[in-house]
């Protein structure tokens, strides 16, 4: 076997894939190859580093020096720089956003700092397509461990004891679920694996399938062992052909080395996993409906109880949990439930995955320790809003979610505390919202989102986001009265209490959020006729400073609605009626005399 | 692959293959290989071959780094071993005979060889 000195880390995950990583693959290769270097660095393909913002990246170890932005042009000097003569190539290091300091080293950056990384640790590290790679880590030690030597009960109990709670988005204790499903009574018992991801802009659960497939497999074995089940179901959309193709390649190869299929480490326990793709509604990744679309069923959610412990896939016990919850299993079992009940607050341990999205500077996957602040997470890792605007807003918990506003900042980041807010976990989306942002499109953004979603087949979900939609069109549109704001509220609490399912029942929550923390806004555009953001186009006017303009003409020649009148060398004006605010004439007078307002 | 049997089988396995991720790692000892023009010029390329090899000949976990330009080049070829809390060593005008000697002396055995040292430092 050669001794590989350095280990060149390409990043394959969706994004950098998208930026070209693959062709940086085959030229790294090749400008290895010529060199003679070949036999001693080895090139690597991996999951999401998590800063797919700086992608494609390229990290050499053993150093560790992380390479952002490059293009195959840039392999040579990677080769001949720092593979060769070891000097690194100080221009595509990445650069500190703020003083401009060029960060060599991959851990040191103040994207990592505050981060905690169990369930990401092996992504970006890691070939996710060679299960040698894993069990070098220490992968599918925590199964051996637990078919060596705990009993089901001993497994439910640790899990118990680290006080995971499924990161799914309702937050529901893991090892009691687990416990419940055991104690059901049917067989065959199965276990699933929720890959839907259905919240727009949320990429978690596909980092981690596509970066550490092996560990979301692992934990399901676990899982299924201490449930007792023998088959198991992963259901991904089927818009993640890179996390399908990445889990069929693990199945495969942890079946050839018999830690899945029939009698796992030649123990007497046996269980297999089929791929569910699903075509990608939001309401699939509801249990009930995601279930009726693993039976061949249109996938729509059905009243509970019964529960899917009890009554789940063909009406046999049924145990179902989120990618992120499967894939902290591994860890809980081999380092012992203190060990993880040790991160975290009172009520929420261990870590969460956020996707950090919108105005931040490092937009990006972070995992970070429960309880950390909204703040840290904003400002120390994502580096604060760019452009040298200022906050406004944070949206968590993708569209079911709730918009929190600067006040809420130190709010520690734990089940309880969003909910109090009026925000929620949900999966972990997290879309950072500038000054320029209008809150009342926002909500209107998401509500249509859960418009288009909605099933259709209770009548408060079908009905009642439509009606609220209506709502916060007339006031976008200027016609707002301060009744609709009652109406509105009053229409979401209705629509909260008696939708069916998850979808129904917390669509509401950014109009609720909004309207308690930003009520002024709302205000705004129904008593002033004014967008405060300066985004909703009905409510915007184009005037003429009269005192800034020379007359000079150009205006009227852009204007493609004839709406300004004005001789030459005279003021101009804009008639507001026949105005289509299309904004031309403002770019192009020459004196900056046209204001929007 | 052969199918593992028991917990025995998946740790020898885990043994075998962890020099798949081991450069990732980092080992305790540095072996430094001073790459600068005329430190490729005296055939520090050849020296950087040879460690490697030797390395994986007797299983050795080092971390091989390269370094540029140190401002000793009339002793190129140099290759610094450093061990977890002992002084950085400096050997110069070494060529690829020396290589098992350093390697089988010092990074092993922890007995610097005298005669190839060209400096010290903390
Ligand atoms: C409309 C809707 C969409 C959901 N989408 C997802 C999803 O994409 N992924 C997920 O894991 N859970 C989703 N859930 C939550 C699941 O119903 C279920 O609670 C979760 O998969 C349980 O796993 P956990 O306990 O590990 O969180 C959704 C729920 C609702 C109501
Ligand atoms: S709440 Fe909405 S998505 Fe859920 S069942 Fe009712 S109509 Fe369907
Ligand atoms: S905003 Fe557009 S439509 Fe209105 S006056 Fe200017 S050019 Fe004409
Ligand atoms: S895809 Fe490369 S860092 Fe995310
Ligand atoms: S190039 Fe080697 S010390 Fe100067």
Redesign the pocket.
Known sequence: MNLFRAHVLV???????SGG?SEIRARLEKELLAKGLDKEVKVVTTG?????E????VIVYPEGTMYTHVTPDDVPDIVNEHLYKGRIVERLLYKEPLTEEKVPHYGDLPFYQKQKRVVLQNC?YINPERIEEYIARGGYSALAKVLGEMTPEEVIAEVKKSGLRGRGGAGFPTGLKWEFCRKAAGEPKYVVCNGDEGDPGAFMDR?IMEGDPHRVLEGMIIGAYAIGASEGYIYVRAEYPLAVKRLRIAMKQAEELGLLGDNILGSSFSFRIHIKEGAGAFVCGEETALMASIMGQRGMPRPRPPFPANQGLWDKPTNINNVETWANIPDIILKGGDWFASMGTEKSKGTKVFALTGKVRNT??VEVPMGITLREIIFDIGGGIPGGKKFKAVQIGGPSGGCLPESQLDLPVDYESLTGAGAIMGSGGLVVMDEDTCIVDVARFFLNFTRSESCGKCTPCREGIKRMLEILDRIVGGEGKMEDLDLLERTALVVKQSALCGLGQTAPNPILSTLRYFRDEYVAHIQDKRCPAGVCAALLVYRIKPELCRGCTACTKVCPVGAISGTRKEVHFIDPDKCIKCGACMERCPFGAIVRG | MTKLKSLDDLRRLREELQKEVEARQGGETQIIVGMGTCGIAAGAREVMTAILEELARRNIKATVLQTGCIGMCEKEPLVDVVRPGEKRITYGHVTPRDVPRIIGEHVVNGRIVEDLVVGRAN
């Not at chain 1, 999401?48 to 797919?52: D, E, M, P, R």
């Open positions: 990043c394959g995950g969706t994004g950098c894939t990583s999401c580093h998590g800063l797919c700086m992608g494609p990246l970006g980092s990006g996957l």
